[in-house]
Structure formats: structure tokens, C-alpha cells
């Protein structure tokens, strides 16, 4: 179309043999840097690789790991083996963290007494991400009067004193657990641990899992308006379905966090009751009852008390500041 000599619309382009010449080395360099993908996870990674500080904490848990879950394999003595004429030794080639009044070897109650901790840090914790998660997620989703009620029950666990019904917990199955564990109706592995024990697993199942599930109600009220939920909502999924497919695997940034910090608050819950001697069953150790056991004697023998209050110092540490870096890593906010 041309009005008064001048082009107003055209389909004609100019092209040059300039056009066509290789692309230099700083153009195929900004093409490959602009066609790089990366997943989430390998994203994290990368970021998580630049914290030093979570880097190194990552590596003194999985050398707690080996210590406490291959040490007591490689060690000569088992922890309630009584040697006779070694009573109350300090440090030596021998016995490289001394013995206690019983002749027992320190290293290797230490090592069983980390693993005991671990062990029931990682468990109790996932017994909190699998009722939290579920529960917030329900609530999240359903909302309304729903919600509303389920969060009211949440409000209520909170002002519960959880440490006296744990105690109370404990005095109130010692005698029940005590007769099945005789009777055989129980789980080795459980009657090992004891009541305490027990009765500290039953009260994170009942009341612990409350913060968890305000993150994840949190996390699901914003989700579940965008439009990959709504998309799935026409396609006919139910309720579970979303949250098992659609929800949860978009908070588990979150999940992975919180489960990761609730670690060695579980820990920390557990050394505490073996010190007031309601924790695990004698002759177990745990890192709370040979700090318990290292008091009557620490006058004169303090090294009692030095090795299971620095490894359980060592693993609350490692775990919070590996945990502070991984949020940091997961969080998309923070890109």
C-alpha cells in the first residue's frame, strides 16, 4: 500500500551476507548459557553447596552417622560388657574415653548412646511430617467451618504442658508395658527402649505434630488457587489426590525444613528425659543418662561428663545449622 510515495506496510526484508556469517564464540557462548536448564533439587544443591557453614555441618553428621551406627561394630567391648579390674579408669590407649564405675567401656556406651538419640530424633520426627502434613494439608483444603474447627483442636494441643504428660505417660504405662514386655507381646526392639521411650513417641504422635501442620495448612491455602490445582479439580481428582499428588510434593521445601529442625529438638527432648532418669531402660545407654550416671562422679572423674555432653552438643548443633542452610537452599524467595 504506498500513499503519497511512502510505504506504510511492507513485507520485504533487507538481508545482508553479514546475515548469514558464523555466530562468534561470545554468541554460541550466550545461546548455551540461555538454553542450561536446571531442576529444583539441583538447583538447591548448587546453592546449598556455596554455604560453607551447612557444608561443613553435613559433614560432621555423616561422621556421627559412622560413628555411631559403624563404631560399635568395630569396637572389642559391647556397652554393657562389665570388665573386671578396669573400674573408674581415665582415657587410655586401652579405653580411649576411660571406663566407669562398673568397668564398662565409655567409647563404646557413647557411640550406642548417639545412635539411640538419632535413632529416636529421625523417627519421632517423621512420625510428626507424616500426622502434620496430612492433617494441614485436610484443613488447608477443605476450609470453611472445617478449618476452622480443626485449627481450634490445634490451638487447644498447644496449651498443653507436653513434658508433664510425657512424665505422666511414663507412670502411667511403666506397669502395662512392663507386663507385655514379660509376656512377649511386644517388639524386641521396643522392649529395649522401655516405657519412656514409648511413652515420648506416643506424645509427639498426640501433640508435636501441631506446628507442622499450621506450615503445611499455611502452605496449601496458597496452592490450592493456582491454576495446575484448578486444572486438576476439572479433570476429577478428589480430595486425596490432590493433596498427595498436587499439594504436598509442592511444599516439601518446607517439609524437608521443618522435619530437618525437629531433629534435634527431639534429641534434645530425649537426652533430657534420660537425665531425670525417665528415659531409656538400663543397661541402654543414652547420651542424657550417661551425662545422669557421670554427676554422682564428677568431682573426680569429670571426662564421665566431657564425651556424652560434647557429642550430644556436636549432633544438636550439626543438625541446626545444616538445617539453617538447607531453608536457606529450598527456599525459592531467596534466589
Not at 539411640?116 to 496430612?134: P, Q
Request: proline share 4%; glycine share 8%.
Amino acid at each position: 500500500m504506498i500513499i503519497n510515495n511512502k510505504k506504510l506496510f511492507s513485507t520485504q526484508i533487507e538481508v545482508t551476507a553479514d546475515d548469514f556469517a558464523p555466530a562468534s564464540n561470545i554468541e554460541r557462548e550466550k545461546l548455551t548459557s540461555i538454553g542450561e536448564q536446571t531442576s529444583y533439587w539441583r538447583d538447591a544443591w548448587r546453592r546449598l553447596k556455596m554455604n560453607k557453614i551447612a557444608m561443613v555441618s553435613l559433614v560432621v553428621i555423616i561422621l556421627v552417622l559412622l560413628f555411631a551406627i559403624v563404631g560399635p561394630f568395630l569396637s572389642p567391648y559391647t556397652y554393657d560388657q562389665q570388665i573386671r579390674g578396669d573400674e573408674n579408669l581415665t582415657p587410655s590407649l586401652k579405653h580411649l574415653f576411660g571406663t566407669d564405675n562398673l568397668g564398662r567401656d565409655l567409647l563404646v556406651r557413647t557411640m550406642i548412646g548417639a545412635r539411640i538419640s538419632i535413632f529416636i530424633g529421625i523417627g519421632a520426627s517423621l512420625l510428626v511430617l507424616v500426622i502434620g502434613s496430612i492433617y494441614g494439608a485436610v484443613s488447608g483444603l477443605i476450609g470453611g467451618k472445617v478449618d476452622s474447627f480443626m485449627m481450634r483442636i490445634v490451638e487447644i494441643i498447644y496449651s498443653l504442658p507436653d513434658m508433664l504428660i510425657i512424665i505422666l505417660l511414663r507412670i502411667v504405662l511403666d506397669d502395662p508395658l512392663t507386663k507385655a514386655f514379660d509376656s512377649g507381646n511386644m517388639l524386641g526392639g521396643l522392649q529395649v527402649l522401655g516405657p519412656g521411650i514409648i511413652a515420648m513417641f506416643i506424645v509427639y504422635a498426640l501433640l508435636y505434630w501441631v506446628g507442622m501442620a499450621r506450615i503445611v495448612r499455611g502452605q496449601v491455602l496458597q496452592l490450592k488457587e493456582m491454576e495446575y490445582v484448578n486444572a486438576a479439580r476439572a479433570l476429577g481428582s478428589n480430595n486425596k489426590r490432590l493433596i498427595m499428588k498436587h499439594l504436598l510434593p509442592n511444599c516439601i521445601g518446607q517439609l524437608v525444613v521443618t522435619t530437618m529442625l525437629q531433629i534435634p529438638s527431639v534429641i534434645f527432648t530425649e537426652a533430657y528425659l534420660s537425665f531425670l532418669g525417665i528415659g531409656v531402660s538400663k543397661p541402654l545407654a543414652s547420651l542424657g543418662s550417661l551425662a545422669s550416671d557421670a554427676i554422682n562422679g564428677i568431682s573426680s572423674y569429670p571426662y564421665r561428663l566431657v564425651f556424652p555432653a560434647a557429642t550430644i552438643s556436636i549432633i544438636i548443633l550439626a543438625f541446626n545449622l545444616f538445617g539453617d542452610g538447607l531453608r536457606d537452599a529450598l527456599d525459592p524467595r531467596l534466589k
